[in-house]
DNA sequence: TGGCGAGATAGCTACCACGCTATGTCGCTA
DNA sequence: TAGCGACATAGCGTGGTAGCTATCTCGCCA
């Protein structure tokens, strides 16, 4: 099990708010496509055909859903995850050959939290 | 004296959040220059020289005090100036020749429940 | 160990955002 | 009414982003 499926959002201790730091945040997101991805993400069960292997809630989804749900292509999709995982929003897990992907939801509040200081 | 200045922040109508809406919003906020921008106009009275004509808190702060801050020529910070109006978050004023911008603090507000709903 | 499938990377093109200079528009004032 | 100052718009060059196809890497399994 993960080691925070079952908590509450953790409270990051209160920092100050950088603006190269929203800037980042705010090019991540401002992207339909990657809006999407986080929104399925929100409940992969839901949103997504059942996995054989890596569970949805505890891991994420599976990459090759989130390829297909998009409609572009493997590449393009890749890379709007790794936009994701780049500015911490998303956390992926390799496990047994596939890539698994979930929120963090401690990052996106954190996001949130930067846009309520704008 | 402004109609809002001693106002809380008004409660908007609790509008799902759209997609298309948010993309916008994140778009107009992914610069630095602008949230910069968005940040000095919180205190125009502190950030901007003092103004001869048009009160900074009503009406907001020059446009001359905010192309001289950036640092940058005057058309690139109008061109700023007015992605961050047509996003609805900042308010001009056109008066005596000169135009001033103030926050919109609905609108910010609004954009910052639309982060948290991310 | 050879093959296959998942996914990242490379390389290309098209487009958009941002900077600049030059110029247009419009209201105020001498 | 001529001139000037404030601001927007036009046009251009450049860098970054998003899409694609082709290819590489690497783990799994027969």
């Not at 986080?38 to 809630?57: E, I, M, R, T």
């Amino acid at each position: 099990m993960a080691s925070t499926s079952d908590s509450p959002i953790l409270v990051e201790p209160p920092r100050p708010v950088d603006h190269s730091d929203a800037e980042g945040v705010f090019k991540a997101l401002a992207s339909e496509r990657r809006l999407l991805i986080l929104d399925w993400l929100k409940d992969p069960v839901a949103n997504f055909p059942p996995q054989v292997h890596g569970d949805p809630v505890e891991h994420g989804a599976c990459n090759l859903f989130i390829v297909d749900k998009l409609g572009i292509s493997q590449p393009a999709a890749s890379r709007h995850l790794k936009v994701l995982v780049d500015a911490g929003l998303v956390i992926p897990t390799r496990r047994r050959g596939w890539t698994y992907y979930r929120r963090d939801e401690v990052a996106l509040a954190r996001a949130a939290a930067i846009a309520a200081a704008v």
